[in-house]
């Protein structure tokens, strides 16, 4: 079926020039010299042309997609003790997603505790409170940290909270967020 109000299949620019190719066996870096070839010749029926491209695309399965290429490891030291501390806050429109995390306490004595959440501002959502008696912290591998991927946004963003636990003290809390955008 051809786009409504497009040119002729055989009258259009992608299908003249991909017609004998496998579509499975385009790379992407092909897929972009065709399209920019076309801005570069202003082709008639620009609009349709694209959209061709697109469903050609989709059809041998080369469709760009997946995570931004960006991702960062986010530090942040909390010398705070009962107190909610923001670590991560994307900006407004973006989506990122919690990799991994650790945390290295200084000068700790007896059990540190943490509790991790995700905070509006408003309300702390819990996602694990766990106690470490260990100078290296690692809540993703505690048992109760939630088996599934944690997203973060300007409106849902990643907090933590540390205290000392029966008496445990220590002088900070350095903790390693590894996100990665996915929007």
């Known amino acids: 079926m051809t786009l409504p ?24 870096d092909e897929f972009n010299t065709l399209r920019q070839s076309m801005e570069s ?3 008639n029926g620009l609009e349709d042309e694209y959209r061709r491209l697109i469903l050609l695309q989709m059809a041998g399965n080369n469709f ?5 290429a960006q991702s960062k490891i986010v530090t942040k030291r909390i010398t705070s003790t009962g107190v909610v501390e923001t670590v991560f806050r994307p900006a407004v429109g973006e989506v990122w997603r919690i990799l991994g995390l650790a945390g290295v306490v200084a000068n700790r004595s007896g059990t540190v505790r943490t509790q991790i959440y995700i905070s509006d501002g408003t309300t702390d959502m ?3 409170l766990f106690d470490a008696s260990s100078s290296n912290l690692r809540p993703m591998s505690d048992a109760d940290y939630p088996d599934t991927a944690i997203f973060l946004t300007n409106d849902t963003y990643f907090a933590i909270e540390n205290t000392g636990s029966g008496g445990g003290t220590y002088d900070y809390v350095e903790w390693y967020l590894n996100v990665i955008r996915v929007r």
């Open 5 to 28: 109000f497009a040119d002729k299949p055989e009258d259009s620019r992608v299908y003249t020039d991909l017609k004998t190719l496998d579509l499975s066996q385009l790379s992407q």
């Open 41 to 43: 010749q202003g082709v």
């Open 64 to 68: 760009p997609s997946g995570p931004l």
């Open 126 to 128: 819990d996602i694990v």
